[in-house]
């Protein structure tokens, strides 16, 4: 008996004693720590990439919530994270009419622009613009009072594009 003993470590035949355990203890988390390592490294070499809705919900009634929304939508695209949607609704139709869009300036953030130059720079970076159409027609943003390159786009649109979207509602 202690002849076996000696031979499998001080441990009868088929266990495992302390010093077993721990050694193959460590080298499974060895294992899981290079695994998680190469995991990581792979990881962080992919890029974000997505697809976001910004709802914005306020325009001239409340220009600290829409500025904020669109400067969020500005980050966003900034950083190519993805494919960017903004799409107004209630009185974030606002936003939508042509001679109500640079008059929407938040005091706080002021230094970032008015409405019509966040979108417009946001546009640039290949964001679309959707705007509710019963609130487009209640804020006057239809016909040539609609910015031409801020679309029609209803609540079926908005429960189909959040699908598997970031979604901010401001």
Known sequence: MDEQRKDTGGAAEGTMDRSGFLKVLGAGLGAAGVGSLLGGQAFADVEKKGKYVIVVTHGGDDPNR???????????????WGQLHVWMTLAGADLAHVDKTARVESPIFKKFGNALE???????????????????????????KKHPWVKNAGGDWLMENIQGAWVLWM
Do not use: H, N, W
Not at 66 to 80: E, P, R, Y
């Open 66 to 80: 829409a500025i904020f929304a669109l400067l969020m939508a500005q980050v966003v695209a900034k950083k190519g």
């Open 118 to 144: 966040i979108m417009e720079d946001v546009r640039k970076r290949g964001a679309t613009f959707g705007v509710c159409p019963p609130c487009a027609e209640y804020s006057g943003a239809v016909d040539d």
